[in-house]
């Protein structure tokens, strides 16, 4: 349920509610840039909905992100139709949202002002803990013992702790 902290100390009803999941949600994210909020839960399951009109926001897309349960969504504050979540299989996941043909009818014109467009993401990811696994998007992974591998945008990075 959403309500207006503007008017917390009076009795008021929820701005809109919504059933988001079939488990429990566990981290949200609000786009300061289109109105979109991303909601991600333990169903392993993220979504994107449009806040645009004053009745309850409406589902554009629903994802499997293939990272385990989800524990964390945010929108990248310089890209806002980049969006990552963690889950707990060790992994993140990044997922450009333009490739939802709902998001992109609504907001294609906004990434044109932007100057973003749709960001092409790697195929290929590291993932040195869920070998296998196929999936669209990038994934950011952990490594073993004090090592840290990642690819970030076809950039390879190691960093030793």
């Known amino acids: 349920m959403t309500y207006d902290i503007r008017y917390r100390d009076t009795a008021q009803t929820a701005l809109w509610s919504i059933q988001a999941h079939t488990d429990t949600v566990t981290s ?5 840039v ?29 994802r499997d992100m293939y990272v385990g349960k989800l524990f964390a969504v945010e929108f990248d504050k310089s890209s806002p139709f980049i969006l ?12 450009d949202i333009m490739e939802n043909v709902s998001v992109n009818e ?11 467009g ?17 999936s669209k998007g990038m994934y950011i992974c952990s490594g073993v013992r004090n090592y840290l591998l990642f690819t970030l945008f076809y950039n390879t990075y190691i960093i030793i702790n």
């Open 118 to 134: 749709s960001q092409e993401l790697p195929k290929e990811y590291v993932d040195m803990q869920r070998k296998g696994v196929q």
């Open 28 to 32: 949200f994210s609000y786009n300061s």
């Open 84 to 95: 990552t979540t963690g889950g707990n299989a060790g992994c993140l996941a990044i997922w």
């Open 34 to 62: 289109v109105p979109l909020i991303a909601t991600a839960s333990t169903d392993g399951h993220v979504k994107i909905w449009d806040t645009s009109k004053e009745t309850n926001p409406t589902c554009l897309a629903d």
């Open 106 to 116: 609504l907001y294609a014109h906004k990434a044109e002002e932007l100057h973003l």
